[in-house]
């Protein structure tokens, strides 16, 4: 079974920086895509960024082209998503997905799900 622990979250000022960490089981780690989306209260979960199983394909959403930038390093079972010049509409909960099939960029296409963790930007 994989399980996926997001981790880095928390609260910064407009125009600053976060690095977003997913920490994952299993020793199949590589034979996954690995994606980020985010959900704000009362509205849908939307993806973020996406990248595929060895590293060498990105993909992200048009909001967070050119400030956030997805990683992975299939040694420690990680993926990463930095996070620059943050803005208020980038506050949600983050979560991190596995995807099987590839660099998928819908949610059903993602198997496994973290918990989510909380990104808060203030004006």
């Known amino acids: 079974q994989v399980q996926l622990v997001e981790s880095g979250g928390g609260l910064v000022q407009a125009g600053g920086s976060l690095r977003l960490s997913c920490a994952a089981s299993?020793?199949?780690?590589?034979?996954?895509?690995m994606g980020w989306f985010r959900q704000a209260p009362g509205k849908e979960r939307e993806f973020v960024a996406a990248?595929?199983?060895?590293?060498?394909?990105?993909y992200y959403a048009d909001p967070v082209k050119g400030r956030f930038t997805i990683s992975r390093d299939n040694a420690k079972n990680t993926v990463h998503l930095q996070m620059n010049s943050l803005k208020p509409e980038d506050t949600a909960v983050y979560y991190c997905?596995?995807?099987?099939?590839?660099?998928?960029?819908?949610?059903?296409?993602?198997?496994?799900w973290g918990q989510g963790t909380q990104v808060t930007v203030s004006s």
């Open positions: 990248i595929s199983r060895s590293g060498a394909s990105t």
């Open positions: 997905a596995a995807d099987p099939r590839g660099l998928g960029i819908r949610l059903v296409e993602y198997d496994y």
């Open positions: 299993g020793r199949t780690f590589s034979s996954y895509g």
